[in-house]
T-cell receptor, first 114, second 115 residues
């Protein structure tokens, strides 16, 4: 079975500072994909960043980067230079390469403080 | 990536009634997915809808309660039947966007309140 754990229900960060959101997962698969999705109050699920398990290099997208530790099954999200618009619920998600079902974590509510 | 139009965005319904949620995609996609997000919870997959075949339901979800239609490669509906207050949730559709490199795209969600 695949599980995704986000151990931080809520976090806050000062504007322009850096924050790291944690995510761990459990799987016996070797080929899979990891995602971070952002859900602002508008409810729209927005893809923030994606990581393929076979790639050793950590993915980056502008101010967003991940620390992917395959052996530890850890996939944390770092947000640099936090902006007020980053305030949202963040979901870590996992997908096996051979399937199409997302397994979502329970989410981390991030608040950026002016 | 694909663009999804989901409607209605919200509705308040009486218990015992049914609501049909629609998702329209701007491109042809093989698979469409329906998720439920209960208040304060994460997303849970309800079913996977393929065009031309019956939807595949996850454990805990049945066709009589959540019938799904998939008449073509750009459209799907999810009906929440015989609603009770426990069905109050956000319902979202999702597609693979035709190119995995773009990730999966979600609709904007339907906030359902059953009174």
């Amino acid at each position: 079975a695949q599980t995704v754990t986000q151990s931080q229900p809520e976090m806050s960060v000062q504007e322009a500072e850096t924050v790291t959101l944690s995510c761990t997962y459990d799987t016996s698969e070797n080929n899979y994909y990891l995602f971070w999705y952002k859900q602002p109050p508008s409810r729209q699920m927005i893809l923030v960043i994606r990581q393929e398990a076979y790639k050793q290099q950590n993915a980056t997208e502008n101010r967003f980067s991940v620390n992917f530790q395959k052996a530890a099954k850890s996939f944390s999200l770092k947000i640099s230079d936090s902006q007020l618009g980053d305030t949202a619920m963040y979901f870590c998600a996992f997908m096996v390469n051979t399937g199409n079902q997302f397994y979502f974590g329970t989410g981390t509510s991030l608040t950026v403080i002016p | 990536s694909a663009v999804i139009s989901q409607k209605p965005s919200r509705d308040i319904c009486q218990r015992g009634t049914s609501l049909t949620i629609q998702c329209q995609v701007d491109s042809q996609v093989t698979m469409m997915f329906w998720y439920r997000q209960q208040p304060g919870q994460s997303l849970t997959l309800i079913a996977t809808a393929n065009q031309g075949s019956e939807a595949t339901y996850e454990s805990g979800f049945v066709i009589d309660k959540f019938p799904i239609s998939r008449p073509n490669l750009t459209f799907s509906t999810l009906t929440v039947s015989n609603m009770s207050p426990e069905d109050s949730s956000i319902y979202l559709c999702s597609v693979e966007g035709g190119n995995f490199n773009y990730g999966y795209t979600f609709g904007s969600g339907t906030r359902l309140t059953v009174v």
